[in-house]
């Protein structure tokens, strides 16, 4: 095998291996089929049972049913995923 096939076949392989070891990243944001939203400030809180998504600061929120339906931006998120809580402060709309 000459050198120049044997640094193309590790080239690729070294490509290759690092395309699979890296994670596709999402962007952060949350979706919630329902959630109550409580004037607060000069926004809103958000809470909801049943969110699912990413993040922590700035992130876009879409409640997609009930009063409080919409698109939002909250300042901050707590999320416990394994109860699927989710509360969003200091949150106003997109």
């Given at each position: 095998?000459?050198?120049?096939?044997?640094?193309?076949?590790?080239?690729?392989?070294?490509?290759?291996g690092?395309?699979?070891?890296?994670?596709?990243?999402?962007?952060?944001?949350?979706?919630?089929?329902?959630?109550?939203?409580?004037?607060?400030?000069?926004?809103?809180?958000?809470?909801?049972?049943?969110?699912?998504?990413?993040?922590?600061?700035?992130?876009?929120?879409?409640?997609?049913?009930?009063?409080?339906?919409?698109?939002?931006v909250c300042?901050?998120?707590?999320?416990?995923?394994?109860?699927?809580?989710?509360?969003?402060t200091?949150?106003?709309?997109?």
């Open positions: 095998m000459t050198v120049k096939r044997f640094a193309a076949i590790a080239g690729a392989a070294l490509l290759a690092s395309v699979l070891a890296s994670p596709a990243q999402a962007a952060p944001g949350y979706l919630c089929l329902i959630a109550t939203a409580v004037p607060s400030g000069a926004g809103y809180t958000l809470s909801s049972p049943g969110c699912t998504g990413s993040g922590f600061v700035d992130v876009p929120v879409l409640v997609w049913s009930g009063p409080a339906a919409g698109n939002y300042l901050r998120v707590t999320y416990a995923p394994l109860e699927a809580e989710f509360e969003g200091g949150c106003v709309r997109a």
